[in-house]
């Protein structure tokens, strides 16, 4: 069972910036493609931001293309979600999951495994 654990929410003003990071237990981390994916209240799961094992090929939803910047360091089997100039609509649960996918992907269940999330709230 692969243990992903997000960490660097919080609670943030409108025009701010964050740096949401998922580590994993595994040492097989450096095989795994992780997508990150965000749910406000009330609304379905949406894709954020997605990157291959090596770090060569990324993708980005609509919420954060030309804002946000998704990157990771394998050595600390830990991959990061740079978010920038934050709105409030931003708000919502952040997770990330990983998968043996070479392709970084935008449909959630193209992951297998998933961690708990962390809240960002961006106030106004």
């Known amino acids: 069972q692969v243990r992903l654990e997000e960490s660097g929410g919080g609670l943030v003003q409108a025009g701010d910036s964050l740096r949401l990071s998922c580590t994993a237990s595994?040492?097989?981390?450096?095989?795994?493609?992780i997508g990150w994916f965000r749910q406000a209240p009330g609304s379905e799961r949406e894709f954020v931001a997605a990157?291959?094992?090596?770090?060569?090929?990324?993708t980005y939803g609509d919420p954060g293309k030309g804002r946000f910047t998704i990157s990771r360091d394998n050595a600390k089997k830990t991959v990061y979600l740079q978010m920038n100039s934050l709105k409030p609509e931003d708000t919502a649960v952040y997770s990330c999951?990983?998968?043996?996918?070479?392709?970084?992907?935008?449909?959630?269940?193209?992951?297998?495994?998933w961690g708990q999330g962390t809240q960002v709230t961006v106030s106004s």
């Open positions: 999951a990983a998968d043996y996918d070479l392709v970084p992907r935008s449909v959630a269940g193209s992951y297998e495994f």
């Open positions: 595994e040492r097989t981390f450096i095989s795994f493609t």
């Open positions: 990157i291959n094992w090596a770090g060569t090929s990324t």
